[in-house]
């Protein structure tokens, strides 16, 4: 399984940016798609996650309200809508494949068995 994650860039406070995740997956079953992120110096976070079978979506609290996931089954992408985009935003973004989804452990990056190879969000105050 390959994770492709584009669309990071540098953007002014209160921008938006949408990335997009492309992965060469052809049956999702239990799945669920995840975004994570790591600043600088920091450990590696959740951001946002959908599940595959009832799209049912998940937010870090710091982004509920501004962020949005989605998923496109045409093109088995799934895409992160940023909005408001804050400097402490800034980081690299990591979408991620959890194959035995459970909404108990979508926010943990153990949980996900596969990773992208990051883009990075620059947010400039």
């Known amino acids: 399984v390959q994770l492709q994650a584009s669309g990071g860039g540098l953007v002014q406070d209160g921008g938006s940016l949408r990335l997009s995740c492309a992965t060469s997956?052809?049956?999702?079953?239990?799945?669920?798609m995840g975004w994570f992120r790591q600043a600088p110096g920091k450990e590696r976070e959740f951001v946002a996650a959908?599940?595959?079978?009832?799209?049912?979506?998940y937010y870090a609290d710091s982004v509920k309200g501004r962020f949005t996931i989605s998923r496109d089954n045409a093109k088995n992408t799934v895409n992160l809508e940023m909005n408001g985009l804050k400097p402490e935003d800034t980081a690299v973004y990591y979408c991620?494949?959890?194959?035995?989804?459970?909404?108990?452990?979508?926010?943990?990056?153990?949980?996900?068995?596969?990773w992208g190879q990051g883009t990075l969000v620059t947010v400039s105050s």
């Open positions: 991620a494949a959890d194959t035995r989804f459970t909404p108990a452990t979508v926010k943990i990056d153990w949980a996900y068995d596969y």
């Open positions: 997956m052809r049956s999702f079953g239990n799945y669920a």
């Open positions: 959908i599940s595959w079978r009832d799209s049912y979506t």
